[in-house]
T-cell receptor, first 113, second 114 residues
Framework: ELKVEQNPLFLSMQEGKNYTIYCNYS?????LYWYRQDPGKSLESLFV?????AVKQEGRLMASLDTKARLSTLHITAAVHDLSATYFC?????????????FGKGTKLSVKP | EAGVAQSPRYKIIEKRQSVAFWCNPI?????LYWYQQILGQGPKLLIQ????????DSQLPKDRFSAERLKGVDSTLKIQPAKLEDSAVYLC???FGGGSYEQYFGPGTRLTVT
C-alpha cells in the first residue's frame, strides 16, 4: 500500500527566508503532483513531476523529484506573505485499475512579516 | 472554460439524517472522482467513475455512502445515515481520462454533522 509522508506538517517562516518541504513515498511511482490549498478553497495544481531528476520552477517555488529515493522537495525562496497556504504532495498509485492519487497530510505554511 | 461545479457549498445536518452532494465536471472529462478531506488531512479518494461506470470504490463505506453518474456527466454522492465522523469537505474532481491525466478540483462541499 502506497503511503505518502510530508514534513514538516506546520511551518512558520519569516518573509525573505528560504525553506524546503519534503515528500516521501513508500512504493515506486512515476508521477508526483504538488497542490496548493488556501483556507476554505479547493486545490490548485502547482507542479506535475514525471521523471527522475525532474525540476520545475514557478516564481518563488521550485519542485524536484528523485524517484530512486522516492523523495520530492518543494523549495521556497525568499518567502512572501502571499505564499501562506497548505501545500500537498500527491503520488500516483497504480495499484487500482487506472491509478489514483494518494495525498500527504499537507504542510501548513505561514509566512510572517 | 468552466471549472468543476459543486453544490451545495455548505451543509449542516444532524446525525442519522441523509444528505446528497452534486458535481458537474468539466465538459468533455470522462473521469470523475469524489474525495473526502477531513480537517487537517489530505484528500482521500472515495470513488472514481470512468464515464458512467465505477472504476474504483474500494474506499467507499458502502453501508452508508452511495454515488452515481447516470449519464456519464453529472454525479451525486449520498450519505445515509450520516455519522459525526462524516464531517469533512467533499471534493469532486474530473480529468480528461483516467490514471495519468491531470485532475481538476471543484470548490468542495463542507459537511458538518452534529
Amino acid at each position: 500500500e502506497l503511503k505518502v509522508e510530508q514534513n514538516p506538517l506546520f511551518l512558520s517562516m519569516q518573509e525573505g527566508k528560504n525553506y524546503t518541504i519534503y515528500c516521501n513515498y513508500s512504493t515506486t511511482s512515476d508521477r508526483l503532483y504538488w497542490y496548493r490549498q488556501d483556507p476554505g478553497k479547493s486545490l490548485e495544481s502547482l507542479f506535475v513531476l514525471l521523471s527522475n531528476g525532474a525540476v520545475k520552477q514557478e516564481g518563488r517555488l521550485m519542485a524536484s523529484l528523485d524517484t530512486k529515493a522516492r523523495l520530492s522537495t518543494l523549495h521556497i525562496t525568499a518567502a512572501v506573505h502571499d505564499l501562506s497556504a497548505t501545500y500537498f504532495c500527491a503520488v500516483m498509485n497504480y495499484g487500482g485499475s487506472q491509478g489514483n492519487l494518494i495525498f500527504g497530510k499537507g504542510t501548513k505554511l505561514s509566512v510572517k512579516p | 472554460e468552466a471549472g468543476v461545479a459543486q453544490s451545495p457549498r455548505y451543509k449542516i445536518i444532524e446525525k442519522r439524517q441523509s444528505v446528497a452532494f452534486w458535481c458537474n465536471p468539466i465538459s468533455g472529462h470522462a473521469t470523475l472522482y469524489w474525495y473526502q478531506q477531513i480537517l487537517g488531512q489530505g484528500p482521500k479518494l472515495l470513488i472514481q467513475f470512468q464515464n458512467n461506470g465505477v472504476v474504483d470504490d474500494s474506499q467507499l463505506p458502502k453501508d452508508r455512502f452511495s454515488a452515481e453518474r447516470l449519464k456519464g456527466v453529472d454525479s451525486t454522492l449520498k450519505i445515509q445515515p450520516a455519522k459525526l465522523e462524516d464531517s469533512a469537505v467533499y471534493l469532486c474532481a474530473s480529468s480528461f481520462g483516467g490514471g495519468s491525466y491531470e485532475q481538476y478540483f471543484g470548490p468542495g462541499t463542507r459537511l458538518t454533522v452534529t
